[in-house]
C-alpha cells in the first residue's frame, strides 16, 4: 500500500495587513505669548489666576475641556491648535467674577420662617394661712 | 395689727425681686434655661428631646431680662422684659409642648402652662416643620403671687 499522500497542511492565510494611516501627530505644544496669558489673566481673574497657576505653557498641558472653552468664547487664539467645540456637556464655570458662595435656599414652601408666640404664667400657690 | 393690700403687695413685690432680675439674692443661679414639657414637670412630665433641633434657651438672670416686679390686675408679677425666643426648629419637635419651666442646675424654680397669648387659655404647642421660632413676647413669661 502505497503511503498515504501527505496532504499539504492548508495554507494558513496570512493575516491580513492593514494598512493603518498614521497616527495624526499630536500637536506641538504650543506656547501662549506672554501678552495672551496676560490678557487671559485679565479676563478671567481670580479664576484664571487659580488656574494658570502653574500651567502657563505649554497650552497643549492644559486641561482640554477648559482650552476648548477658551478658545469656544474666543478668550484664547491659538496658531495651529485645533480643538475644537466645547462638547455640549461642558458648562463652562463664570469665569470672570470671583467664585462666591453659592446660597441655596432648600426650603419647602411651607416651611417658610414662622414665629408662634405663646405665653406662660408660674402662678406661685399660697402657702397654708399663715400670711395673709 | 392689720396690714393692707399695699404692704402685701410690697412683700410679694419684694420676694418675685429677690429671685430675678437685678436685685435677686446672692444664691439665685446667674442665669435659667427655659425649657419645654410635653407634660406638667411638676408631675413628671418630661422635656422635649432634641429633635428638630429643640434645645432650651439659656436666659441669664438680669435686670436686663427680667424687669422690677410689679402690681398687674391686683396681682405680684414678675414678667420677661426682652422677647425670649426660643432657636427656630430645624423640624418637627418630638412631642407637644405643655409647659414651660425656668430651670438652673436640675433646679425648676418656676413653672406653667403654655398658653395662647391672646386668650391666656393652655395650648398644646406642636412645632412640626423647621423654621418655626417659639417667642414669648415681652411681658408674657410672668411669674405671679396671687393676692388672697
Not at chain 1, 43 to 59: F, K, Y
Not at chain 1, 113 to 127: H, L, N, S, T, Y
Request: charged share 15%; net charge negative.
Amino acid at each position: 500500500m502505497p503511503p498515504s499522500k501527505k496532504q499539504p497542511p492548508d495554507p494558513t492565510p496570512a493575516p491580513p495587513i492593514v494598512e493603518t494611516p498614521p497616527s495624526a501627530a499630536p500637536p506641538e505644544p504650543v506656547a501662549v505669548p506672554v501678552e495672551n496669558l496676560t490678557a487671559t489673566r485679565d479676563l478671567l481673574g481670580w479664576h484664571g489666576e487659580r488656574i494658570l497657576a502653574g500651567m502657563s505653557a505649554p497650552v497643549a498641558d492644559w486641561p482640554d475641556e477648559y482650552v476648548q472653552h477658551l478658545v469656544a468664547e474666543g478668550t484664547l487664539q491659538i496658531e495651529g491648535g485645533d480643538f475644537g467645540e466645547a462638547p455640549p456637556s461642558f458648562i463652562a464655570p463664570d469665569l470672570t467674577s470671583p467664585e462666591t458662595p453659592v446660597v441655596r435656599d432648600l426650603r419647602e414652601p411651607n416651611e417658610a420662617p414662622k414665629v408662634v408666640d405663646v405665653a406662660g404664667d408660674a402662678e406661685r400657690p399660697e402657702r397654708g394661712g399663715e400670711a395673709r | 395689727m392689720t396690714l393692707g393690700v399695699t404692704a402685701v403687695h410690697t412683700a410679694r413685690l419684694a420676694s418675685l425681686d429677690a429671685c430675678y432680675g437685678t436685685n435677686k439674692a446672692p444664691n439665685m443661679p446667674s442665669s435659667f434655661n427655659l425649657r419645654m414639657y410635653s407634660a406638667d414637670p411638676v408631675s413628671g412630665g418630661a422635656e422635649l428631646g432634641a429633635a428638630g433641633g429643640y434645645t432650651a434657651l439659656s436666659v441669664a438672670n438680669s435686670g436686663t431680662n427680667f424687669g422690677a416686679a410689679t402690681v398687674v390686675g391686683g396681682v405680684a408679677t414678675k414678667a420677661n422684659a426682652v422677647a425670649l425666643s426660643m432657636a427656630a426648629s430645624t423640624g418637627a419637635w418630638s412631642a407637644g409642648a405643655t409647659h414651660w419651666a425656668l430651670e438652673s442646675g436640675g433646679v425648676i424654680y418656676d413653672t406653667g402652662p403654655i398658653t395662647d397669648p391672646t386668650t391666656g387659655n393652655p395650648m398644646t404647642l406642636t412645632v412640626s416643620q423647621a423654621n418655626v421660632t417659639v417667642r414669648f413676647g415681652i411681658g408674657k413669661l410672668t411669674i405671679t403671687v396671687p393676692t388672697p
